[in-house]
């Protein structure tokens, strides 16, 4: 039954929520095995052995949400607060063009910069390197800054829905803040023209297979360009510490899940994933995923954007972070592409 939904998948990219949340419920090594091939052989034949790499700039921890899970909530007072100055912004794009990279992902806290800020920072890179692509993740903002932002050159915006059942969010976040607004932020980068990532933990408090099916049906149905799934991981410092973690087989499983929904989908084997196991990274690219963000950012700050306990790549500079997953991909047959990696249609 749960092979005849994984093939069924693999031919229509469509199931309903029931066979879903079969599935969820159904893995096991034999069916995580059987749903990661054909995810591979899906990923091959629209991406070859190439990895997309994206330099992850992460550009401040100060954060005005609160949200239950996150290291760098603003209640959370041992959270060593620091912002990155234009020029610190620039230096890393410019150590990173050099590396070969045609990607820069901006990523901090929400409310970190004014709007005009970013837009001129945007501006710069977009002058500068006028055959990269600039991600930004700076969270929920109204339509007109993402406008502005969008104007001044950025191409993609990361926002992970984080759970697509209103019921779940509201138990992951305080209630100051709206599953309605995060979607309507979705949909808003969507229509002003960005490529647009959603997203979400898997293990998260409170996550079930019901809100598991809930965010594939939502992956099937909003079409994103990008996803970002890791597993959730707790962190000290916040009312989170004590809950368990995600797995990494069952991220690996929907990472391969959500390459059958969406075959082109642009999907990254996250810093998280590598964080729950030390070849996380590798396994969620044999399990489908097709993108690696290594981390561009300066070294004295890197200990200090700490989502989750046990973060990687806190103590190597870009260079080595970069050679470190080269190194990776070619371990297991993929090789990492100096290219801007946007979605083929
Ligand atoms: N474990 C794993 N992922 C986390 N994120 C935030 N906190 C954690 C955690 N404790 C993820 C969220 C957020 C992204 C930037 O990092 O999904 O959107
Ligand atoms: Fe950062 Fe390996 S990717 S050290």
Redesign the pocket.
């Known amino acids: 039954e749960a092979y005849r939904l994984i093939d069924k998948l693999e031919r229509e990219h469509s199931l309903s929520l029931l066979e879903y949340k079969t599935l969820i419920e159904a893995e096991n090594d034999a069916l995580r095995l059987y749903a990661a091939n054909k995810a591979k052989e899906q990923a091959t034949l629209i991406y070859g052995n190439s990895v997309y790499v994206r330099g992850l700039i992460e550009v401040g921890n100060y954060c005005r949400n609160d949200?239950f899970?996150?290291?760098i909530r603003k209640s959370n007072l041992n959270c060593d607060r620091y912002i990155l100055a234009e020029e610190d912004i620039l230096h890393c794009c410019k150590e990173g063009y050099e590396l070969g990279f045609r990607t820069f992902v901006l990523?901090g806290g929400e409310g970190i910069y004014k709007k005009d800020f970013v837009t001129n920072v945007v501006q710069k890179i977009r002058s500068e390197y006028p055959d990269c692509a600039i991600t930004l993740?700076l969270g929920e903002e109204d339509r007109d800054t993402f406008k502005a932002w969008f104007d001044a050159g950025a191409n993609r915006y990361l926002?992970?829905h984080?759970t697509a059942s209103k019921n779940h969010y509201a138990k992951l976040h305080p209630k100051n803040m709206s599953f309605d607004h995060r979607m309507q932020c979705l949909k808003d980068l969507k229509e002003i023209g960005y490529q647009v990532g959603c997203?979400?933990?898997i293990g998260s408090p409170y996550q079930t297979s019901e809100t598991l099916a809930m965010d594939l049906k939502f992956i099937e149905t909003f079409k994103p360009d990008m996803c970002?799934i890791?597993?959730?991981?707790?962190?000290k410092d916040?009312p989170?510490k004590d809950m368990t973690c995600?797995t990494l087989n069952q991220t690996l499983f929907l990472l391969s899940l959500i390459r059958l929904i969406q075959p082109n989908i642009l999907l990254p084997a996250t810093t998280?994933l590598g964080t729950i196991d030390p070849q996380g990274r590798e396994k969620g690219i044999l399990a489908g995923a097709n993108v690696v963000m290594p981390n561009l950012s300066p070294v004295s700050v890197r200990k200090k954007y700490a989502?989750?306990d046990n973060k990687i790549c806190t103590g190597e500079e870009s260079a080595e972070c970069k050679d470190c997953l080269s190194r990776r991909m070619d371990s297991i047959g993929y090789k990492i592409v100096t290219d801007r990696g946007d979605i083929k249609k």
Do not use: D, K, V, W
Not at 230 to 235: C, E, L, N, T, V
């Open positions: 949200c899970y996150c290291g990523q993740s926002l992970r984080e997203g979400f933990m970002g890791g597993p959730f991981i707790s962190q916040t989170f995600g998280a989502l989750y």
